[in-house]
T-cell receptor
């Protein structure tokens, strides 16, 4: 069975602080993909990143960075110098490949960034 | 190029009523799915389809039907609405990543 755990339900930070959102996953597959999505207060789901299981390189995109570690089954997301516009719910998701593959989501982490 | 379009955006139903949530895509992706989002539970898969004429159940299929007569459309039917189906519903298609519709906020009273 596939499972994604986001243990942090809510995080509050002050603007300009760095914040890390944790994501731990379980899968028996050797080939899979991991995702992060952002859901701002307006409600839509915005794709942030996709990482395949064979690529453990960390990725940086502006203030966002992702740390993928297969040894600990984790795919953590860090926002550097957070801003109020980063306030949203963030979802980590796992897609295993194969017949009728399904995208499995974690329960999400609500990030509140205040001035 | 609209991507994935869901209608309606908001709906209030009475218990026992039926309705269809519409989902259409213009991206020609084979895979489409419906999720429901409830507080503290993330997004849970209701039904999915890997192509026209092929559908299958996800994690929480009870009380919902789907059909896929064309690649473009994937409607979700609530047969007899119940308060437990109050939720936000998202339709998505997928190739290398999932593209989501804007969501439908459904309230069953």
């Amino acid at each position: 069975a596939q499972k994604v755990t986001q243990a942090q339900t809510e995080i509050s930070v002050v603007e300009k602080e760095d914040v890390t959102l944790d994501c731990v996953y379980e899968t028996r597959d050797t080939t899979y993909y991991l995702f992060w999505y952002k859901q701002p207060p307006s409600g839509e789901l915005v794709f942030l990143i996709r990482r395949n299981s064979f690529d453990e390189q960390n990725e940086i995109s502006g203030r966002y960075s992702w740390n993928f570690q297969k040894s600990t089954s984790s795919f953590n997301f860090t926002i550097t110098a957070s801003q109020v516009v980063d306030s949203a719910v963030y979802f980590c998701a796992l897609l295993y490949t194969g017949t009728a593959s399904k995208l499995t989501f974690g329960t999400g982490t609500r990030l509140q960034v205040t001035l | 190029n609209a991507g994935v379009t869901q209608t309606p955006k908001f709906q209030v139903l009475k218990t026992g009523q039926s309705m269809t949530l519409q989902c259409a895509q213009d991206m020609n992706h084979e895979y489409m799915s419906w999720y429901r989002q409830d507080p503290g539970m993330g997004l849970r898969l209701i039904h999915y389809s890997v192509g026209a004429g092929i559908t299958d159940q996800g994690e929480v299929p009870n009380g919902y039907n789907v059909s896929r007569s064309t690649t473009e459309d994937f409607p979700l039917r609530l047969l007899s609405a119940a308060p437990s189906q109050t939720s936000v519903y998202f339709c998505a298609n997928r190739r290398s990543q999932a593209f989501f519709g804007q969501g439908t906020r459904l309230t069953v009273v």
